[in-house]
């Protein structure tokens, strides 16, 4: 059974940092699409970075230059890097993996998701 489990959420002020891990339990996660995502009360869940194919990435454009998406193939673990936090980064988390190469930043190709994890920015 696929399991992810994201951390590292938390409270900060704008212009800080945070570092959200999600571990990947059940299958060779490598082999496999991985992303993150965020929803926001009253918002739609969004695509915030995902791994297009092995080792490139993209990213919604509202966190280009400041998200960084990366995964420790060893640890089963991925990564998301986050820099100067806006307050409209404030959402739940969730890190999402699916059975194909590529699943970008849209929804429909992720099988398995995460519980979330809350990520508050205050100004």
């Known amino acids: 059974q696929v399991q992810l489990v994201e951390s590292g959420g938390g409270s900060v002020q704008a212009g800080g940092s945070l570092r959200l891990s999600c571990a990947v339990s059940?299958?060779?996660?490598?082999?496999?699409?991985m992303g993150w995502f965020r929803q926001a009360p009253g918002k739609e869940r969004e695509g915030v970075a995902a791994?297009?194919?092995?080792?490139?990435?993209t990213y919604t454009e509202s966190v280009t230059g400041r998200f960084t998406t990366s995964k420790d193939n060893a640890k089963n673990t991925l990564y998301l890097q986050m820099n100067s936090l806006k307050p409209e980064d404030t959402a739940m988390y969730y890190c999402?993996?699916?059975?194909?190469?590529?699943?970008?930043?849209?929804?429909?190709?992720?099988?398995?998701w995460g519980q979330g994890t809350q990520v508050t920015v205050s100004s």
């Open positions: 791994f297009v194919t092995d080792g490139t990435t």
């Open positions: 999402a993996a699916g059975d194909w190469e590529s699943c970008g930043l849209g929804t429909t190709r992720y099988n398995y």
């Open positions: 059940g299958y060779t996660y490598s082999s496999y699409c």
